[in-house]
């Protein structure tokens, strides 16, 4: 230790939480805190297990299991009951049921979040423009969503559907493109609210464009309802694939979906009900899955329950 002279300053000692203050501090800020939220929640940490068991099974399986034995038809195997080659039976042309639901697995689930991209991008793009230029603008954006929300979306697809030829491309615009109204009504009342911060007011008054204000400080901050709303939009959209795919208004065989292969299996769910169960569980599971993680996010990030 060295000698402090007679009428020196001692040096300053470094302060001893000034490096865990700092890290103190992201620990505890809202998002910190949030994430720790969810994965205190036992249904939310039970859905993302779900989820990536269920992801794992699609991206790996078909990797795994040849694609003739999900596509190509074997008559002589029609209808067989489940055993060890064939774990979950096959189908009424003799295809295996386990592999088609794989294969059919990478169709509807990148559909489902495929839509939910388009969807979240609409509300987005709608929703900021809406609330942070108001007028005309606003007036336009917000009276198509009630015109299209006074519609039921079921008969919007079916009737979209059966006009346009189905194909993947066709449906993730489709039903993402009737997902974006409730989304944009959020987007565009946190956009208005931010607009009238004195933060947004003194950088527009220092000259910020405004895409960069839009870019740098509206768009972050409306992250949050749109991160909990994700997860919502995807499962709903798997619904909606699955239903146009059961009315034949969907994807088309011979691609399998979990939907058409519901369709396939109507005419011999009595006979062979597992034909009808499988694909009616994948999409069941999935679904509750994907809810479970929604419920999760949005606990978490409720400003009612921070603390």
């Not at 146009?244 to 691609?255: D, E, F, M, N, V």
Request: hydrophobic share 55%; net charge positive; charged share 15%.
């Amino acid at each position: 230790m060295k000698a402090v002279k007679p009428g020196a300053e001692p040096a300053a000692e470094p302060a001893a939480g000034a490096g865990a203050g700092a890290g103190a501090t992201a620990v505890n800020s809202p998002g910190s805190r949030a994430w720790r939220a969810f994965f205190r929640n036992r249904l939310a940490i039970i859905g993302s297990v779900m989820l990536i068991l269920i992801l794992a099974a699609v991206i790996v399986g078909p990797m795994l299991v040849p694609r003739d034995l999900a596509l190509r038809p074997a008559p002589r195997n029609m209808l067989q009951a489940p055993s060890s080659q064939h774990i979950l039976g096959t189908d009424e042309v003799g295809r295996d049921v386990a592999a088609r639901l794989l294969y059919a697995g990478r169709v509807s689930i990148p559909v489902s979040l495929s839509a939910m991209v388009v969807a979240l991008l609409a509300a987005s793009l709608i929703g900021i423009t809406s609330g942070y230029f108001g007028g005309w603008l606003d007036t336009l954006f917000m009276r198509t969503a009630d015109a299209l929300l006074s519609i039921p979306t079921i008969f919007l697809l079916l009737t979209i559907a059966a006009v346009m030829r189905p194909n993947v491309t066709v449906l993730v615009l489709v039903i993402g493109l009737l997902s974006w109204m409730d989304l944009a009504r959020i987007v565009r009342v946190q956009t208005i609210a931010l607009s009238k911060r004195e933060q947004i007011e003194g950088v527009r008054a220092l000259g910020a464009k405004n895409w960069r204000i839009l870019l740098r400080h509206i768009l972050p901050n409306v992250q949050g309802p749109l991160l909990v709303a994700a997860p919502l939009v995807a499962g709903r959209a798997l619904l909606t694939e699955s239903a146009l795919s059961y009315l034949g208004l969907g994807i088309q065989a011979p691609t399998p979906t979990w939907g058409n292969m519901l369709n396939q299996a109507q005419q011999f769910a009595l006979s062979t009900p597992l034909l009808a169960v499988a694909p009616g569980l994948a999409i069941m599971v999935t679904v509750i899955a994907i809810i479970f993680i929604g419920d999760g996010l949005r606990d978490a990030f409720d400003p009612r329950r921070a603390g």
